[in-house]
């Protein structure tokens, strides 16, 4: 079944004539329309895209499947004729998504037409987590290309090169390598700025014996990757050797153990039991994971409040981390793919610490 | 008077007893706080930056003049408490930017405390659009840098040269120079593609006798440059050579008579009569400009449907085009600053059609 088709499947269980969409990426999943402006107003017979002056041409191209309606100005002005054509009773919008203002005025010049506008709730989102093969392929030279970066920052740090210096080195290296832009700005993070989870990269000089997070991602046909590693150059401290087993500990624990049907909850659990149980609950202070695909983020959530429950063909990140206040941090993160009800990495960089002894960590 | 004295007055005038700021832009003008998730609460006596585990130290660091409070979890959970200690009634929200649902759980949750949630019309965005001298010596160096990597796009275009190689070439000048990323995707646009407005850089390549817009700008301390010049390898054609005169003639009249108090419509009306009057109206879509500052796309707008009032010390671009389907299209832009009631060139990229004659067009 397409994605046009599922999304009408999703109409129907919803109990509407049709669905407004705003949000970027779920247009651009939906239509395969890349402008940086449109709406989609798809219900089950028609499929539109709503696009202006500047993007017909782009539209007409790339929404294949679509009807390209040139509009003018915001949605207000020219949303309820395009509904009352459609015989549209009842819409519905991206609650997480539309801001209020426009929202409102929606409602007030639908209302005057007869039509409910009503809000919906990451309807297109859930069907984003599921990936299709296509979308699987994408993410996998994504994370090799990711692997590939980790490998050429692992070959150019060295002592007294900044962080910033660091990360725009590997980000040349990504895009020259076929990365379309990053996703995210990478993190180069060293000693102390390592305890923040999301540190810039600075003009910090980096030095030995010091954590080096190194978080990085690609971008390859619109979909992304997510990498992290923590290096120390020359030799690591005791506290450094301590916090990393723990958490490369919890981190392959989860994906061993992860299987299809847990909840977000649940899945974040395994890890945080073990970070807890060896003293450092209080310093993971994030989540286990998250869905990558066309955002960087996106469902599924592993998290402590999370109830999404992990399917097979789901891909999402699986990144234990400890931070120390005025020492550093470490994390470990991998982007995986569930399939067979068990989560497979997608990221091969080993999980080496020490960059001098160029093996891996035994311990 | 600073920023946080003015929101206050605006508070004041709207007759709120605080302000909710959850846009990232608006956020950082306020506070100086970088990071990117973070919520203020701002009224008469206080100055709240809420930030999760991850932003502690950071929003520490960065917000000097603000109380930063670690919370955890969406607004809903724990904006009722800090609104109740501030003994706030009444707090407003940014209603262009605040995702509906966020409104409608914080607006149930807040009532159950006897607080009226409100909202709010681009508050801060309109104080961000009068910039202060340290914002228009910034923008200033953006500016600058921007017409040197136009400069150095200009050094290595030549037949056979992809629009994606251009633009990546010049992406690294950019970054190289000290831009702190790219503020927009760099549009490198030959021939025909030269005709979408928000065209991609392609794997086109460029050739000779044909339109190519080059659209490009710089971030420096947060602030960005806009600068647009079209270009021609080897010689113009007649229908190149008319419409870039007609261009040029309608953006260097709207930069000597846009004047202090005039609406963005009136402004956009300048350059728009010239272009009607030659008889390609249909053919310029977009409006005339817009504001620049922490954001590329900021008040105020320069459009048919613009109300902004343009007042001193706002800085905008001033953009004209024509596009002509199948054939390519011509845009000049130039960032500028309004000062003593006039408009002032920021962008000094001579506009030079032909590269090959080296020399200015004299038409």
Redesign the interface.
């Known amino acids: 079944m397409n994605r046009l088709a599922k999304l009408r499947q999703s109409l129907a269980d919803l109990g509407l004539d049709a669905l407004f969409i705003a949000h970027p990426e779920n247009r651009r999943y939906l239509s395969n329309f890349?402008?940086?402006t449109g709406w989609l107003i798809i219900s089950q017979k028609s499929a539109l895209l709503a696009v202006?002056?500047?993007?017909v041409?782009?539209a007409q191209q790339e929404a294949t499947e679509f009807e390209v309606v040139h509009i003018k100005?915001e949605p207000a002005k020219w949303l309820p004729e395009l509904a009352v054509n459609l015989g549209a009773r009842k819409i519905g919008?991206e609650?997480?998504?539309?801001?209020?203002?426009?929202?409102?005025k929606l409602r007030t010049v639908l209302r005057n037409c007869g039509i409910k506008l009503t809000?919906t709730?990451n309807v297109v989102e859930s069907l984003r987590a599921i990936k299709d093969k296509e979308e699987i392929d994408s993410i996998t030279a994504a994370a090799a290309l990711a692997d590939a970066a980790f490998e050429h920052a692992r070959s150019i740090i060295r002592p007294n090169i900044t962080e910033k210096e660091v990360a725009?080195e590997v980000?040349?290296f990504l895009?020259n390598q076929g990365s379309e832009?990053v996703p995210f700005?990478i993190i180069v993070a060293s000693g102390p700025n390592s305890?923040?989870?999301?540190?810039?990269a600075s003009e910090k000089r980096i030095r030995e014996n010091e954590p080096i997070v190194i978080d990085l991602g690609a971008r390859i046909n619109g979909y992304c990757s997510d990498l992290t590693r923590t290096i120390v150059l020359g030799s690591e401290d005791g506290v450094f050797a301590r916090i990393y087993d723990i958490v490369l500990g919890a981190q392959l624990t989860a994906i061993a153990t992860i299987t299809a049907g847990m909840t977000g909850n649940e899945a974040d659990n395994l890890a945080r039991t073990i970070i807890e149980q060896a003293g450092y609950g209080e310093k993971f202070?994030?989540g286990l994971g998250h869905g990558v695909g066309l955002n960087p983020h996106e469902l599924p959530r592993l998290s402590p409040?999370s109830p999404d429950v992990l399917q097979d063909n789901m891909v999402f990140t699986i990144e234990p981390g400890i931070y120390i206040?005025g020492w550093g941090g470490i994390r470990i993160e991998d982007t995986v793919v569930m399939q067979g009800g068990k989560a497979r990495p997608l990221s091969r960089s080993a999980k080496i610490a020490n960059t001098t002894s160029g093996g891996l960590l035994t311990r």
Chains 1, 2 share one sequence.
């Open positions: 890349r402008g940086s202006d002056f500047r993007y041409e782009q100005g919008f609650s997480n998504y539309l801001p209020f203002a426009t929202y409102q809000p709730d725009w980000e040349k895009r832009t700005d305890a923040l989870p999301h540190a810039r202070g994030h409040d206040p």
